[in-house]
Each structure stands twice: as structure tokens, then as C-alpha cells.
């Protein structure tokens, strides 16, 4: 009688698995296009530019999150 429980509990996780991965992928497919459509091919340059500095070390200090904002703005435009 327990190992059919188990099973019936165990059926249950894994159609609740195939049901969430679906809707992962749906949200995922969703902010992928909508972020696709949002970021221009300069600022994925720029950015790319960005983290190829960290990986050899370099990097940038910001005093405030002002701070921090004005760089990000900088780089959009």
C-alpha cells in the first residue's frame, strides 16, 4: 500500500515538473523577445567590451548608485 502511494506522489511531482518547465520556457521565449526588441547591437558591443575587461582584471569603482546609473545611461546613448 506505501509503494503505491509513493508512486501516486511521485507521478504528481514529476507532472508538476513538465507542467513548470513548460511555463519557464514560455516566460523564458517571452523576455528573450521582448529583451531582444529592447537592447540595441551597440550596448551588447559595449557590454561585451565590459566584460572582457573584468575577465583580465579591470574594472570600475562607483561612490553611489547615482554614480553607477550615470555610467549605464552613458553607455545607452
Known amino acids: 500500500m506505501t509503494t503505491a502511494i509513493i508512486q501516486k506522489e511521485l507521478k ?14 514560455i516566460i523564458k521565449k517571452a523576455i528573450d523577445e521582448h529583451a ?7 550596448y551588447l558591443k559595449k557590454l561585451a567590451q565590459i566584460d572582457a575587461e573584468m575577465d583580465q582584471g ?20
Not at 504528481?12 to 520556457?25: A, D, G, I, S, W
Not at 531582444?36 to 551597440?42: D, G, K, N, T
Not at 579591470?58 to 546613448?77: N, P, V, W
Open 58 to 77: 579591470k574594472g570600475i569603482k562607483f561612490r553611489s548608485r547615482e554614480e553607477l546609473k550615470t555610467y549605464f545611461d552613458k553607455l545607452r546613448s
Open 12 to 25: 504528481k511531482v514529476v507532472e508538476t515538473q513538465k507542467r513548470f518547465e513548460v511555463e519557464l520556457n
Open 36 to 42: 531582444f526588441e529592447e537592447v540595441r547591437p551597440e
